[in-house]
RNA sequence: GUGAGCGUGGCCAAGUUGGUUAAGGCGCCAGGUUGUGGCCCUGGAGAUCGAGGGUUCGAAUCCCUUCGCUCACCCCA
């Protein structure tokens, strides 16, 4: 055992791996492209503040999950835990809301959190995710769900359950938590404490517990389709409507609020079939006041980010990943020195002509073999005394087991 | 942050009423054709039993601490 592990909920991807992340990420990004978004980047760590601005002091992504540190120079840092501010962040600061609206964009990103550990859930994480700002049109709720929808079906995951509600915007907001307080007051007592507080820091989230005593009152709460403004309200029916006339089912869950403070009027998740809302694959929503709260124009936006190690692991289980066909590789075996050196140029051609090339370890020819396929080589390209005073290679194609003396020159043409 | 289970070579894993050199399989390396793979055969390297401390004549096997893993809760992607 070596006395350096990799840091609790972090992992090596070892190869078999990664080569399955990146065919779902490959997926994800050809989709996002083929809707219009481009592809974006940002910092993997940001000004402390930016996520308290945005995702919300009260939340508990940054209540108790951010990786918070002081830099050397004394600015409060934190590893980001999600990735929208810090592309609204971006969106502002490089002047993309002075470029035509709405900007789409798309982003693979590794992201931060400080939890326990568990199934589908891990210290640093990958998220695909997407943002449209510059444009509230219902219409666009409907394509990044759409966008969200194509992505889980090509990987299978047909059976996932969409959920969407309206949580309502800035207007219809005030009177809506009045209702809900007024309808938990009655009860408060007898909630948790947990609860309690939520019910007077973040009343929405009451809706989200699973505490036993809420469970029997949400039924019957404050619905907040109920309490939108009539602009929301149309923007909500809209909405249904183009997700009906695209094909894509949905849920109406009442009780839907998600954990971050920025969003507002839609808000979905898709869930698993068997274990519903424990282990959400994918979920967004539109955050109308984000960009402003960051100091910029009132701009509207609307995104989701998805989780590439749960997706990976679902499409896993189904067989759903497609993997590229095998290239050509080859295997350059040499034996003796002057051989060595014959194959370490030859490698070297064949990769400049586009072929993939791999020098033999400095082994025996039946170890060089055997190496050859383990590595998933197609061909050896065999080299000793005698080709190089003839001048040719001796090619063997390792699946069928023959082989055959030439030039190289045919060689090249041959496998090229 | 809470609860439960677990931690033996790279991987899987036997071994627990404490006792000589800690099984086996896979993988790895070598040899079996002084230049030939995938199967097979033979041999070899590799762990002091997560770490630290304690009990004991003696511990992988008992106790304590700690780290980590897994699962669940919380929360989330």
Redesign the pocket.
């Known amino acids: ?3 350096f ?7 090596d991807i070892l190869p078999d791996d990664q080569r399955d992340r990146l065919a779902v990420q490959r997926v994800c990004a050809n989709l996002a492209e083929k809707f219009g978004y481009a592809p974006i980047l940002t910092p993997t760590f940001e000004d402390s503040d930016l996520f308290l601005r945005t995702t919300g002091e009260s ?3 940054v209540q ?2 951010t990786y918070t540190f002081d830099d050397r120079g004394g600015h409060s840092l934190t590893l980001r ?2 990735g929208t501010p810090g592309v609204c962040r971006a969106y502002l600061e490089r002047g993309l809301h002075n470029t035509p609206q709405p900007v789409r964009l798309y982003y693979i990103m590794p ?1 931060y ?1 400080f ?9 640093e ?3 695909f ?1 997407v943002e449209a700002l510059g444009d509230s049109d219902p219409a666009i709720d409907a394509e990044v769900i759409e966008l969200a929808w194509r992505v889980l079906e090509s990987f299978g995951m047909t059976d996932v359950t969409l959920l969407v509600n309206s949580i309502g915007d800035a207007e219809s907001r005030p009177a809506y938590l009045d209702a809900l307080r007024d309808y938990f007051a009655p009860h408060a007592d007898s909630l948790s404490p ?2 309690q507080r ?1 019910l007077r820091e973040n009343t929405l ?1 009451v809706l ?4 036993e005593e809420v469970q029997p009152l949400l039924p019957d709460a404050p619905k907040s389709i109920d309490y939108l403004s009539d602009e929301s309200k149309e923007h909500w029916n809209s909405l249904l409507q183009s997700l009906d006339a695209l094909g894509i089912r949905y849920e109406i869950d009442h009780t839907l ?4 403070d920025y969003y507002t009027r839609t808000v979905f ?3 698993p079939p068997d ?1 519903r ?8 929503g539109r955050y109308d006041g984000l960009i402003e709260e960051l100091g910029g124009q009132p701009t509207p936006g609307i995104g ?8 990976v692991a679902e499409a896993k289980k189904r067989g759903t990943l497609t993997s590229p066909d095998r290239r050509t590789t080859v295997l350059v ?1 040499h ?2 020195d002057a ?1 060595k050196a014959s194959g370490l140029r030859l490698a070297s051609e064949l990769r400049r002509a586009g072929i993939a090339a791999v020098l033999g ?1 400095p ?12 590595i998933d ?1 197609t061909h ?1 390209v ?8 003839n001048d040719t290679v ?1 090619l ?8 055959s ?1 030439m030039s190289r020159g045919s060689l090249l043409e041959l496998l090229g």
């Not at 592990?5 to 992992?11: F, H, K, S």
């Not at 065999?382 to 005073?389: K, S, V, Y």
């Open positions: 055992m070596t006395s592990q990799a840091p609790r909920g972090t992992t939340t508990d992504i108790k999950e835990p999600e992201m959190r939890e326990r550990p568990q199934a589908g859930r891990f210290r994480f990958w998220q995710g947990d609860d939520r989230r989200d517990s699973k505490d609020v998600r954990g971050l998740e898709f869930v274990a809302r424990q282990s959400t694959i994918l979920a967004g989701f980010a998805m989780g590439i190690e749960r997706v075996a034996i003796g051989a370890p082994r025996g020819l039946r170890s060089q073999l055997r190496y050859a396929t383990s080589a050896a065999i080299i000793g005394d005698d080709e190089i005073a001796v063997r194609d390792l699946s069928q087991g023959e082989q003396e």
